[in-house]
T-cell receptor, first 111, second 112 residues
Framework: DAKTTQPTSMDCAEGRAANLPCNHS???????VYWYRQIHSQGPQYIIHGLKNNETNEMASLIITEDRKSSTLILPHATLRDTAVYYC????????????FGQGTELSVKP | DGGITQSPKYLFRKEGQNVTLSCEQNLNHDAMYWYRQDPGQGLRLIYY???????QKGDIAEGYSVSREKKESFPLTVTSAQKNPTAFYLCASSPDRETEAFFGQGTRLTVV
């Protein structure tokens, strides 16, 4: 399975966009990029996923580079409730909930 | 409401005792998963089940056992063979092998 590299921590001002990077240079052609977040002492929450194209939903946008070796999760207007650990995960097709979690990025949104 | 229910939220046990963690889902999902999380770490897969009466070991299955007798239930037993059982345990489910997983709120197990 492809490994991901994320910064350990990041800060963001409330109301500004939070851009969380992820490197996945060994990603294979059939592997998706997934993003989950985990607020302290809760279960992880699914945010978004993509294969090649950029994706957007009500929570966030996912930008995947053309060579698919890196991606960026964008929270367009961060709030204090977005403070959490964000996990970037590369998952082969047809693996369902079999996910390999790294240590993620701890995002702190500050007033 | 539909969802995944893990109970209890906090659990204390004495060393050497087996303990069973409950996970129930009413989402009609075929697949269910158990993960373990240690402080400051990501989640690690213990066991998973793609269908009733079938399950497979994940990356850290030693010292754990599971059963899948009903679609909605996937209990995890932490046995006395598990050397470091104190951890946060998370259950997840997904409708099929293509769809993202949804997680419960976890059970924090402390063995003293």
């Amino acid at each position: 399975d492809a490994k991901t590299t994320q910064p350990t921590s990041m800060d963001c001002a409330e109301g500004r966009a939070a851009n969380l990077p992820c490197n996945h240079s060994t990603i294979s052609g059939n592997e998706y990029v997934y993003w989950y977040r985990q607020i302290h002492s809760q279960g992880p929450q699914y945010i978004i996923h993509g294969l090649k194209n950029n994706e957007t939903n009500e929570m966030a946008s996912l930008i995947i580079t053309e060579d698919r070796k890196s991606s960026t999760l964008i929270l367009p207007h961060a709030t204090l409730r977005d403070t959490a650990v964000y996990y970037c995960i590369v998952r082969p097709a047809f693996q369902g909930g079999k996910l390999i979690f790294g240590q993620g990025t701890e995002l702190s949104v500050k007033p | 409401d539909g969802g995944i229910t893990q109970s209890p939220k906090y659990l204390f046990r004495k060393e050497g005792q087996n303990v069973t963690l409950s996970c129930e889902q009413n989402l009609n999902h075929d697949a269910m998963y158990w993960y373990r999380q240690d402080p400051g770490q990501g989640l690690r897969l213990i066991y998973y089940s793609q269908i009733v009466n079938d399950f497979q070991k994940g990356d850290i299955a030693e010292g754990y056992s599971v059963s899948r007798e009903k679609k909605e239930s996937f209990p995890l037993t932490v046995t006395s063979a598990q050397k470091n059982p104190t951890a946060f345990y998370l259950c997840a489910s997904s409708p099929d092998r293509e769809t993202e997983a949804f997680f419960g709120q976890g059970t924090r197990l402390t063995v003293v």
